[in-house]
């Protein structure tokens, strides 16, 4: 197995993704509200770009079938039915639903990442499902989404996390990036909430009162959920 990770959105380019597996990570919060959806009994995620999609998507499927779910700048939608909190789509509320969800940088990830040969969503939650779906595969590629284009401490931590334990259960070779958030992982195993605290969009969280959100995103291997993008929706493999 060969292991690459990406380090934001905007760096997915069709060469580096086509026909490999790919795994988009958005900690904080998009894949772990993917995540928790699914696990929550969604039915299937619409990932889409914008806010005006997720609209026409809603009226052509009937409101009745389609929670609207999203954000933009960490902040819910106007006229959407939640914002990116996890807490947000309780059984109660997504069994057997459709989310449409737009974020300002999960979404856009995944929706860049079409090439794969296969897509699956991650994140701290579900990090040992993912590292089981794929440890069989020949070229993977973590993509940590980041935040308005830029390096983000926490998705390159997961990323990190999954590389390492890819290596030391298939003996997987990693790329310098891949190495080099392996390492970050490593030396912040004990806590990696602690590090992870110190990144400019978890303060930005935290100033929002979205606490309870962090605690969450931060739990390893809480979910034993792998979303995989098929025919345009996300749905459990």
Known sequence: MNIDVILSAREIFPDKVKDKTVV???????????????????KQILPVLTPEEAFDLQKEMGKENVV???????????????GNSPFSYSPEIIKDKTLIITTTNGTRAILNS????????????????????????EDVVFVASGSHDHFTM????????????????????????????????????????????KG??????TGLGEIRDLEYCYQSDILDIVPVYKDGKLVCL
């Open 24 to 42: 988009v990570i958005d900690v904080l919060r998009a894949t772990s509200v993917m995540t928790t959806a699914l696990a929550n009994g969604a």
């Open 68 to 82: 609207l779910g999203g954000e933009r700048k960490a902040v819910p939608i106007p006229g959407f039915d939640f």
């Open 114 to 137: 079409l090439g794969a040969k296969k897509l699956l969503v991650g994140a701290f939650l579900n990090d040992r499902a993912i590292v089981e779906a794929i440890k069989n595969d």
């Open 154 to 197: 926490e998705d390159s931590l997961c990323a990190g996390k999954m590389a390492h334990d890819l290596q030391v259960l298939v003996g997987a070779q990693l790329s310098d990036v891949a190495i080099a958030m392996a390492y970050l992982y490593e030396q912040n195993k004990n806590d990696i909430h602690a590090i992870g605290s």
């Open 200 to 205: 400019k969009h978890y303060k930005r969280l």
